[in-house]
T-cell receptor, first 111, second 115 residues
């Protein structure tokens, strides 16, 4: 079946550091890939998405590239801020099937 | 747009009591999802509706859980009787369609504590 694997957290960084959160997936066919972010006390919200191979999703300085050859969708940001502290979920969806979430990676950014 | 609205934000109840969680999806969205989030099990899909009809309830943990969607703008998740292991954050989400690239819009959740 379809599945998503994320790196375990927490990821602890200093402000302005470079961020990478790894995500790999298993799916048949050509799923769409998503990153959702959950800030404390809130629900998940869509951060970025990519719908086909080699697409790059980007938003708020975050980027992720859909790599079919490595079945990956790693999240990156060049310079994190304290306000980026949150839990990040990688997810995939194929056609009319249900959205499949990873387990989430907590990011803690200190001043 | 007000987004997905859930109520209450927090619910504390005693074991054995009935609990009802409420959700108002985004107007015009035709899919509604109920999720449960815990530290141990992460995010779990409980049930989802399309045009007010339950499509997949395979994630509902037990008969104590039930969900309804009487109209396009309202859904409830009921637990009767509640147990301490039901303590979690319950999220409602809605989407327009369910094609590959239609994202989910989540509410801010209801934090349920059963003592």
């Amino acid at each position: 079946g379809n599945s998503v694997t994320q790196m375990e957290g927490p990821v602890t960084l200093s402000e302005e550091a470079f961020l990478t959160i790894n995500c790999t997936y298993t799916a048949t066919g050509y799923p769409s890939l998503f990153w959702y972010v959950q800030y404390p006390g809130e629900g998940l919200q869509l951060l970025l998405k990519a719908t086909k191979a080699d697409d790059k999703g980007s938003n708020k300085g975050f980027e992720a590239t859909y790599r079919k050859e490595t079945t990956s969708f790693h999240l990156e940001k060049g310079s994190v801020q304290v306000s980026d502290s949150a839990v990040y979920f990688c997810a995939l969806k194929r056609g009319f099937q249900k959205l499949v979430f990873g387990t989430g990676t907590r990011l803690l950014v200190s001043p | 747009d007000a987004g997905v609205i859930q109520s209450p934000r927090h619910e504390v109840t005693e074991m054995g009591q009935e609990v009802t969680l409420r959700c108002k999806p985004i107007s015009g969205h035709d899919y509604l999802f109920w999720y449960r989030q815990t530290m141990m099990r992460g995010l779990e899909l409980l049930i989802y509706f399309n045009n007010n009809v339950p499509i997949d309830d395979s994630g509902m943990p037990e008969d104590r859980f039930s969900a309804k969607m009487p109209n396009a703008s309202f859904s409830t998740l009921k637990i009767q009787p509640s147990e301490p292991r039901d303590s979690a954050v319950y999220f409602c989400a809605s989407s327009l369609g369910t094609e590959n690239n239609s994202p989910l819009h989540f509410g801010n959740g209801t934090r349920l504590t059963v003592t």
